[in-house]
Structure formats: structure tokens, C-alpha cells
Nanobody, 126 residues
Framework: HVQLVESGGGSVQAGQSLRLTCQDS????????MAWFRQAPGKEREGVAAIDADGKTGYTDAVKGRFTISRDSSNNTLYLQMNSLKPEDTATYYCAAGPDYLVRFSAWQRVGDFGNWGQGTQVTVS
């Protein structure tokens, strides 16, 4: 049973925008740190952005000023608004859920700290 389901990926030109969505069917969504990771071919999975239950956010340097993470606890949905996309943003993007303290302590970029993952959505920028 897949609990995190991503959507919104696609193929765009450099400079364009996409919005990724992650629907979480778990009852603990509102108390979790939620994050977006990405993995390009031949590279390790890396943290892109995260948000805790109080709305505190974190971003990797490569996307600061271009990407915005948000969440809507009324419908258990996580978003990633991606603007000014670059070819180096090309990757499979994954939604992940973990303990709420991860963002508060700036420890959200470790893959192993997140116990729930989606199946990923492909983003291609040319």
C-alpha cells in the first residue's frame, strides 16, 4: 500500500515552472517533517527542500530563491513550486516523511532519517 503519491512532473524548457504534489494517506501527516528529495542518473539521492509541522522550511543551496515548499494539512498534501528551472534540476523527485524534529534541527537532508517514501515523479528540463 503506497502511502505517498507524487504527481506533477514533466518535461519543460529551461526557465519554465512546474509544481509537484504529494498526496499523503497517513493520519500522521500533520505531525511530520515532509521533504522533497531528487535523484539524477548516476548520482546519489539528495535533499531539495523540507518543511515541518509548524511551517519551518529548509532548502538546499542549489534551489534557494527558485523553489518553494509548502503543505496543506487540511488535505494531507505537500507541494513543491519550482520556478526558473535549469537542466541540472533534471531528476526523479521523491516525497518523503519523517520525524517532525528533523527540520527544526536542520537535519533533514539525510535519506536514512525518512521512513516513508513515494515512488517518484520525473522532471526533465532541457
Amino acid at each position: 500500500h503506497v502511502q505517498l503519491v507524487e504527481s506533477g512532473g514533466g518535461s519543460v524548457q529551461a526557465g519554465q515552472s512546474l509544481r509537484l504534489t504529494c498526496q499523503d494517506s497517513r493520519r500522521t501527516f500533520s505531525r511530520a517533517s515532509m521533504a522533497w528529495f531528487r535523484q539524477a542518473p548516476g548520482k546519489e539521492r539528495e535533499g531539495v527542500a523540507a518543511i515541518d509541522a509548524d511551517g519551518k522550511t529548509g532548502y538546499t543551496d542549489a534551489v534557494k530563491g527558485r523553489f518553494t515548499i509548502s503543505r496543506d494539512s487540511s488535505n494531507n498534501t505537500l507541494y513543491l513550486q519550482m520556478n526558473s528551472l535549469k537542466p541540472e534540476d533534471t531528476a526523479t523527485y521523491y516525497c518523503a516523511a519523517g520525524p517532525d524534529y528533523l527540520v527544526r534541527f536542520s537535519a533533514w537532508q539525510r535519506v536514512g532519517d525518512f521512513g516513508n517514501w513515494g515512488q517518484g515523479t520525473q522532471v526533465t528540463v532541457s
